[in-house]
Nanobody, 121 residues
Framework: QVQLVESGGGLVQAGGSLRLSCAAS??????NVWNWHRQAPGKQREEVASIDNGDLTHYLSSVKGRFTITRDYAKNTVYLQMTNLEPEDTAVYYCSAGVIPSTTLTFQRFWGQGTQVTVSS
């Protein structure tokens, strides 16, 4: 199967930066789209950013200009560079990937385990 492993979360002061990584492993034919989501306490999960096979990106309006999503095709890894962080960015961040596994050749979505990002004021 396919596994997603995230890293890079932590505690940072407002105005600081963090970079999240999410690596996919397993029987992968292709990763068609990567997404980053976040869920703050008491709030619904929201999509923060996405990047597709054409490197087309989309961002949540509140993070535009501060967050950058990129991908490494060779490593099946996606990154989320977060700058000028605000306390409102505090949440558990999850990556997900729209994958074509080589075992099934059908589109499936897989999720990472989540990583905590805490921004102190």
């Amino acid at each position: 199967q396919v596994q997603l492993v995230e890293s890079g979360g932590g505690l940072v002061q407002a105005g600081g930066s963090l970079r999240l990584s999410c690596a996919a492993s397993g029987s992968i034919f292709s990763v068609n789209v990567w997404n980053w989501h976040r869920q703050a306490p008491g709030k619904q999960r929201e999509e923060v950013a996405s990047i597709d096979n054409g490197d087309l990106t989309h961002y949540l309006s509140s993070v535009k200009g501060r967050f950058t999503i990129t991908r490494d095709y060779a490593k099946n890894t996606v990154y989320l560079q977060m700058t000028n962080l605000e306390p409102e960015d505090t949440a558990v961040y999850y990556c997900s990937a729209g994958v074509i596994p080589s075992t099934t050749l059908t589109f499936q979505r897989f999720w990472g385990q989540g990583t905590q990002v805490t921004v102190s004021s």
